[in-house]
């Protein structure tokens, strides 16, 4: 992968950590966040949890599987496609409230051991090599993968953020970029292209919303 991918890859999950190991963040930690039914210490996790992902999935054995395009694995993903209520969704929430519950402490040393390990982790990973997904059980290109974390860090870091009343992250281009080009091509694929020209430069006609998910 190109050196500008694999620095955002590294500021992502960096700004991601300082965000979770934020006080704030540690005196919510059992309220509800801006995620309905999940805590500010379940959504610290699943945020910081994306660089425990990175990890653990790129250090495995390439995949036997062809991996499929980034569209397809959304279009097949089960969460997109449910309720909050419906089965896909509870698990995650209840799973990452799950453990909160070993405290901001054990977070902490998570991320740290996780950020220490994730440079040489992406520098030995090709771009094209396939990266199994296990709770899906299909496999995505490193890069299109990495994009997925992007785009979760980059969304729940604005959840954690409004949950415990503190600024957005800025994110640099060189990551808002791969996301945007991801929730656009999803919202398209979703609601066609009338709704995004409209959402953007005619709101007056403009659909309710032209969300991805």
């Known amino acids: 992968m190109e050196q500008s991918e694999l620095d955002g890859v590294l500021v992502a999950a960096r700004t991601a950590a300082d965000l979770s190991r934020r006080s704030e963040v540690s005196e919510r930690w059992g309220d509800e966040s801006a995620c309905a039914g999940m805590t500010v210490g379940g959504l610290a996790f699943h945020l910081a949890g994306q660089t425990d992902l990175m990890v653990r999935l790129l250090q495995a054995e390439p995949s036997d599987l062809t991996p499929i395009p980034l569209a397809e694995h959304y279009a097949r993903a089960a969460w997109v496609h449910t309720g909050l209520d419906d089965e896909a969704n509870v698990g995650i929430r209840e799973g990452s409230d799950e453990l909160a519950q070993s405290g901001p402490e054990a977070l902490a040393t998570l991320v740290e051991a996780r950020l220490e390990a994730l440079p040489g982790v992406l520098a030995a990973v090709g771009p094209d090599t396939p990266v199994l997904i296990p709770w899906q059980g299909w496999a995505l290109t490193a890069r299109d993968f990495l994009v997925t974390r992007l785009m979760e860090t980059?969304?729940?870091?604005?959840?954690?953020?409004?949950?415990?009343?503190?600024?957005?992250?800025?994110?640099?281009?060189?990551?808002?970029?791969?996301?945007?080009?991801?929730?656009t091509g999803l919202a398209l694929r979703r609601h066609g292209a009338t709704a995004l020209v409209r959402t953007l430069a005619r709101p007056q006609r403009a659909p309710a919303t032209v969300a991805a998910f």
Do not use: I, K
């Open 154 to 183: 980059v969304v729940h870091s604005d959840d954690l953020a409004a949950s415990v009343r503190v600024p957005t992250p800025d994110f640099p281009d060189s990551v808002v970029g791969p996301v945007l080009d991801l929730l």
